[in-house]
C-alpha cells in the first residue's frame, strides 16, 4: 500500500484559537500544486484529514480533483497529538492509497515512525510518500517527496 503524508499549506498566523486558523492565498496555491501533484502520479481511495481548518482547507484541492473519494477525519492528527496514537488511529484505515493531511510536528513524527527514522520538518504543503504492507511502526519506506514549487 502507499501512503501519502501531507502537511496543510500556509496559514495564517494570527487566528485564535490555532484550530481556526485559515489557510492564506499562497498556501491555497501550495495545496493546489501538491494535490495536482498526488492525483497525477498516485490513486487515492481514501482521504485522511485533521479536524483544523487549515488542514480542512489544504484537503479540498484534493477532493476538488478527487470528489468520489470518501473522507475520514481523524481528531487525533493535530499538531499536540501523540504521533504513537496517531499512528495507532491511522491503523484501521483502509485503501491502497491512503492519504493524511494535517500538521508539523505530528506528520514528520508519523513518518519517523513508520520509517523508524528521525523525525525531518515539512516543508509548508510537502508531500511525502510511504510503500508499506499495513499501517504501523517501522513498517514503511519513503519513496518519494514533493515540496510545491512555492514552498515557504
Known amino acids: 500500500m502507499k501512503i501519502v503524508l ?30 495536482q501533484y498526488i492525483v497525477d502520479n498516485y490513486d487515492p481511495d481514501v482521504f485522511v484529514v485533521s479536524p483544523y481548518v487549515r488542514a480542512q482547507q489544504t484537503l479540498q484541492a ?5 470528489p468520489d473519494v470518501p473522507v475520514k ?8 497529538d501523540d504521533a504513537m496514537q496517531a499512528l495507532y488511529g491511522l491503523m484501521d484505515v483502509e485503501g491502497q492509497c491512503v492519504v493524511v493531511v494535517c500538521h508539523m510536528p505530528i506528520v514528520a ?11 525531518e520538518p ?26 510545491p514549487k512555492q514552498h515557504d
Open 6 to 35: 501531507m502537511r496543510h499549506g500556509e496559514a495564517e498566523y494570527q487566528t485564535q484559537p490555532d484550530s481556526q486558523r485559515n489557510l492564506t492565498e499562497l498556501g491555497q496555491k501550495q495545496a493546489a500544486e501538491t494535490a
Open 62 to 66: 484534493l477532493i476538488a480533483l478527487k
Open 73 to 80: 477525519v481523524h481528531p487525533d492528527i493535530t499538531p499536540d
Open 109 to 119: 513524527e508519523i513518518a519517523a515512525l513508520l520509517t523508524a527514522d528521525a523525525a
Open 122 to 147: 515539512y516543508h509548508l504543503a510537502e508531500a511525502r510518500v510511504f510503500e508499506a504492507e499495513i499501517i504501523a511502526a517501522d513498517m514503511g519506506d519513503e519513496v518519494e517527496r514533493y515540496v
